[in-house]
Nanobody, 124 residues
């Protein structure tokens, strides 16, 4: 089972970027999903999460109002829409899958499957 992130790259402050996460080997349509990030020299931090049902979401305060997590079960894909990114959002972004029918949670310990990450660089 592998989670594959895509969509990273270079974006300017005030622009937008959409990250995608698609698993291979199985579906995660009923699993809670989360996005996390890690900047060089810093600890990993949570970004956003969506419940297995898709009915609830939760965000880190640092991205609230700018980022949106969503899922498209028909495409077996989870997205992170990044609007108005800031240089402080520069990091490797990782998606993760939690338990089936799990809640939206920012606790990394709740997630058993992790992707390899996609790099996002925000220039001012």
């Amino acid at each position: 089972v592998q989670l594959v992130e895509s969509g990273g790259g270079l974006v300017q402050t005030g622009g937008s970027l959409r990250l995608s996460c698609a698993p291979s080997g199985r579906t995660f349509n009923t699993n809670s999903m989360g996005w996390f990030r890690q900047a060089p020299g810093k600890e990993r931090e949570s970004v956003a999460a969506i419940s297995g049902s898709g009915s609830s979401t939760v965000y880190a305060d640092s991205v609230k109002g700018r980022f949106t997590i969503s899922r498209d079960n028909a495409r077996n894909t989870v997205y992170l829409q990044m609007n108005n990114p800031k240089p402080g959002d520069t990091a490797g972004y990782y998606c993760a899958a939690g338990p089936m029918y799990g809640p939206a949670t920012l606790r990394a310990s709740e997630y058993a499957y992790w992707g390899q990450g996609t790099r996002v660089t925000v220039s001012s």
